[in-house]
């Protein structure tokens, strides 16, 4: 199967680097240090290749080196389906993220169409104990990875709905200045939820077909309240007749906004919100490799892992475990983790990097396993 990896990743005055060059090949790659030595940034960087805000949903400015802040840049050489491309991404003096492939200034879809990068970080631990925006977004992340203009609809529909939002908040009565929004609505919004079912298609098919050892878990789309309208016209119509209580709350209360993710450990039958702490890790995990499988069948490659103090929260056996399933997929996973010994499993399946800090300044040399 085709590869998708960097054989080359550099940054200048980004975050705790300020200046930093790793030249790699398609193996998972192992990152150790202190925390606090800089390790993260080097995965937040990574997922700067994918469209969106990066792993840490930073605005640009925040990934300046303090204190000098004088802009970031972070280029990478992608190998994508046979192809090499030259990626440059940067910001000058906290403007928006600029993005060039193969010397040619492009936008975050064109990231999608040639790269697939998906990340799991410790953030997301409490995913299902916590509020329904942090599943969505779980879930519009692994969407985008399949529908790279997932995220051009997303966005045009927050837009629609802001503006909507201000005329209920401004208890603004005639319904001209509700149609045009709403119709943008309607479209954005049938075409989110239509992209989300889809992705939780290809989850279930990626986790029926595959043995693992970790906990498959049966997903569902649900709403606050009702059903999601299936056709623009349906939802025009939704919206339309929301406009009252809409008025009386000041806010938008039918449509994708309002949707979110239920999960079941599904061997036990019990709801992922009720599950063990460690329950819960694995469902994700899982989640994540099946999302890796799916797309390396639908995309031609496996995705780029960003698995973030992974091995620190998994016993011996599953983290062996964890490490033959990435190497299985032959994805190029970037893991984190305080100390070598966290990566013994790996052996010289991986490539190895350690991450040290010195006067605020992060320092990058070959790792090795003790």
């Known amino acids: 199967m085709p590869g998708l990896y960097l054989s080359r990743l550099t940054l200048s005055h980004y975050r705790s680097h300020k200046g930093a060059a790793l030249a790699l090949d398609a193996r998972p790659v192992a990152i150790y240090g202190p925390n606090g030595a800089g390790k993260t940034n080097l995965l937040e960087a990574v997922s700067l ?30 190998h994508s389906l046979h192809q090499v491309h030259e990626v440059e991404i940067w910001s000058e003096e906290g403007q928006p993220r600029q993005v060039k492939i193969d010397g040619k200034a492009a936008s975050q879809v064109a990231l999608g169409r040639i790269a697939r990068v998906l990340w799991l970080i410790p953030s997301m631990d409490r995913l299902w104990i916590e509020g329904a925006e942090g599943r969505r977004r779980f879930l519009d992340r692994m969407t985008m990875s399949f529908e790279p203009t997932h995220a051009d609809v997303s966005v045009a529909y927050e837009k629609a709905m802001r503006e909507r939002n201000r005329l209920l908040k401004d208890q603004v009565r005639d319904g001209h200045w509700y149609v045009a929004l709403e119709r943008q609505m309607a479209e954005a919004g049938v075409a989110i939820h239509r992209n989300r079912q889809t992705a939780l298609e290809e989850l279930r098919a990626a986790q029926e077909a595959a043995e693992t050892v970790f906990p498959t878990a049966e997903l569902e789309l649900t709403m606050s309240e009702g059903e999601m309208p299936e056709t623009e016209a349906d939802f025009r119509e939704a919206l339309h007749e929301s406009r009252f209580r809409d008025l009386a709350a000041g806010r938008t209360l039918v449509g994708p906004h309002r949707a979110d993710l239920y999960g079941v450990f599904a061997a036990k039958g019990v709801p992922a919100r009720d599950c063990s702490t460690g329950e819960q890790k694995a ?88």
């Not at 792993?55 to 802009?71: C, D, N, S, V, Y």
């Open 283 to 370: 469902l994700l995990i899982s989640l994540i490799l099946a999302n890796g499988r799916a797309l390396a069948r639908e995309f031609g490659a496996p995705p780029i892992l960003l698995l973030d103090e992974v091995a620190a929260h998994l016993d011996a056996g599953r983290r062996a475990a964890l490490y033959d399933e990435v190497c299985a997929l032959g994805a190029q996973a970037w893991m984190t983790g305080t100390g070598a010994e966290l990566f013994e499993e790996l052996g010289e399946r991986a490539q190895l990097i350690e991450v040290t800090e010195d006067e605020n300044i992060s320092q990058i040399s070959a790792g090795r396993i003790p």
């Open 49 to 78: 290749f994918s469209p969106g805000r990066g792993l840490r949903r930073a605005a640009a400015q925040e990934m300046a080196r303090r204190p000098e802040k004088l802009g970031w840049k972070v280029t990478g050489h992608l």
